[in-house]
């Protein structure tokens, strides 16, 4: 296995920490506003995602038809590369926001509990895709991840890459690129699939608990007119 590998692979894949919530200064917001919070993160991150991937194409494409990558136009595509570690990073942090919200609204809304579970159960597996389209960008250009323990490795690794092999790097962290663009997009639904979910359970329990007013405020109308009237019993 070669073992020059771009640096957001190695991110992914030996357990880099993941941002905890995007933008943290969440303050005391709710879970609902939680929620809503998450989406523009993953909206805005797509759009990263997009920018970095339009990126490499055109190193990629600018090498392409080089006999060697220059050096000049190397270090174009690992700041990319390095760019697209972060929102690899963030956006696996902003499952894991994902998947916090739904369990904490279905601990705070048993009725919804089966819901929420279901719904970190589609965090992780999106999670799982997003791995399993790394490696197989990996595998296609006969990459490992297996010797690398550390970012600080793995980037040494990649602003080291020997010249021969820099277009297959260019070319795995183009294709991961797009991938990850889409993976952002499914996870942008997934989130306003949840958001939809969420909000929709707290309006019916608000229209449960006004129509629990409304029957107890009819009953005690009816009830004092019935005494008013002498007959505290309605016959």
Do not use: C
């Not at 339009?54 to 220059?70: F, G, T």
Request: aromatic share 6%; hydrophobic share 40%; proline share 3%.
């Amino acid at each position: 296995m070669r073992k020059g590998i771009p640096l957001m692979v190695l991110m992914a894949l030996t357990g880099a920490p993941a941002v905890a919530f995007a933008g943290a200064a969440t303050g005391g917001a709710t879970l609902p506003e939680q929620i809503v919070q998450e989406g523009t993160e993953v909206e805005q991150l797509a759009k990263q995602a997009e920018s970095v991937e339009l990126q490499i194409q055109k190193v990629y494409d600018a090498a392409q038809n080089l006999a060697q990558v220059p050096n000049q136009l190397w270090q174009q595509g690992v700041q990319s590369l390095a760019q697209l570690a972060s929102i690899a990073n963030q956006a696996n942090g902003l499952s894991m926001a994902g998947q916090n919200i739904a369990s904490q609204f279905g601990q705070q809304y048993p009725g919804f509990n089966a819901q929420a579970l279901a719904t970190v159960q589609q965090y992780r597996q999106w999670s799982q895709n997003t791995l399993n389209s790394i490696q197989g960008a990996l595998a296609t250009q006969n990459m490992s991840t297996e010797d690398f323990q550390t970012n600080a490795q793995a980037l040494q690794t990649i602003e080291a890459e020997p010249v021969s092999g820099r277009l297959q790097a260019l070319q795995v962290g183009n294709q991961i690129a797009a991938n990850e663009a889409t993976s952002l997009q499914e996870l942008g639904q997934m989130v306003a699939t949840q958001e939809h979910a969420q909000d929709a359970y707290l309006a019916q329990q608000a229209s449960a608990r006004q129509a629990t007013v409304e029957n107890d405020e009819q009953w005690k109308q009816s009830t004092l007119s019935a005494i008013n009237s002498g007959n505290p019993y309605n016959n």
